[in-house]
T-cell receptor, first 114, second 117 residues
Framework: QQQVKQSPQSLIVQKGGISIINCAYE??????FPWYQQFPGKGPALLIA?????SEKKEGRFTISFNKSAKQFSLHIMDSQPGDSATYFC?????????????FGRGTQLTVWP | DAGVTQSPTHLIKTRGQQVTLRCSPK?????VSWYQQALGQGPQFIFQ???????QRGNFPDRFSGHQFPNYSSELNVNALLLGDSALYLC????????????????FGPGTRLTVL
């Protein structure tokens, strides 16, 4: 059973546009929601993360929006650039029940056209 | 400050063989988790080591085993390799915060690409 569901599977955006990736979860014990960026042949790199006590977190062009009641969170990439072309994974964990074990979505392959 | 390092980078084995993958955590980190990432999929949790003990385990068979050394480095061993074990094996390190907020962050290494023929 997929603990974290991610959509879309692939996304094509024009340079300067906004990329939006959505994730949903079921386990209400999750209390940490990171996003990872992965380039081909590389390991995932932490991009930005949020805790459920805030509804939004912004770091540069990257913003996480979090809706606790809907059990959904999303990544927004503003002013998307060709260098942002990569696979993005949302994840969730719980320090209490899963000791920080990360449950990943299936990933979204983002392509930004120049 | 070196990040998480893994060795080897690539490995080719045949069915039935055994393999050992190695991981050195980020400086200051004491917890190591291993993940398997099949092509086109998200990483799947194998197990986590803390204080040289396996603290929790994902849904992987006993063919997958591990070890953590006193210097916090870790090994992943896979016995009786199957074609389906072909994947990118990722090591992630973190610091056990004992409940504190920011140290839940897990940093991933570059991975070891295992191909089973």
């Amino acid at each position: 059973q997929q603990q974290v569901k991610q959509s879309p599977q692939s996304l094509i955006v024009q340079k300067g546009g906004i990329s939006i990736i959505n994730c949903a979860y079921e386990n209400t014990a999750f209390d940490y929601f990171p996003w990872y960026q992965q380039f081909p042949g590389k390991g995932p790199a932490l991009l930005i993360a949020i805790r459920p006590d805030v509804s939004e977190k912004k770091e540069g062009r990257f913003t996480i929006s979090f809706n606790k009641s809907a059990k959904q969170f999303s990544l927004h990439i503003m002013d998307s650039q060709p260098g942002d072309s990569a696979t993005y994974f949302c994840a969730a964990s719980s320090r209490g029940s899963t000791l920080g074990r990360l449950y990943f979505g299936r990933g979204t392959q983002l392509t930004v056209w120049p | 400050d070196a990040g998480v390092t893994q060795s080897p980078t690539h490995l080719i084995k045949t069915r039935g063989q055994q393999v050992t993958l190695r991981c050195s955590p980020k400086s200051g980190h004491d917890t190591v988790s291993w993940y398997q990432q099949a092509l086109g999929q998200g990483p799947q949790f194998i197990f986590q080591y803390y204080e040289e003990e396996e603290r929790q385990r994902g849904n992987f068979p006993d063919r997958f085993s591990g070890h953590q050394f006193p210097n916090y480095s870790s090994e992943l061993n896979v016995n009786a390799l199957l074609l389906g074990d072909s994947a990118l094996y990722l090591c992630a390190s973190s610091a056990d915060s004992g409940g504190a907020y920011l140290t839940d962050t897990q940093y991933f290494g570059p991975g070891t690409r295992l191909t089973v023929l």
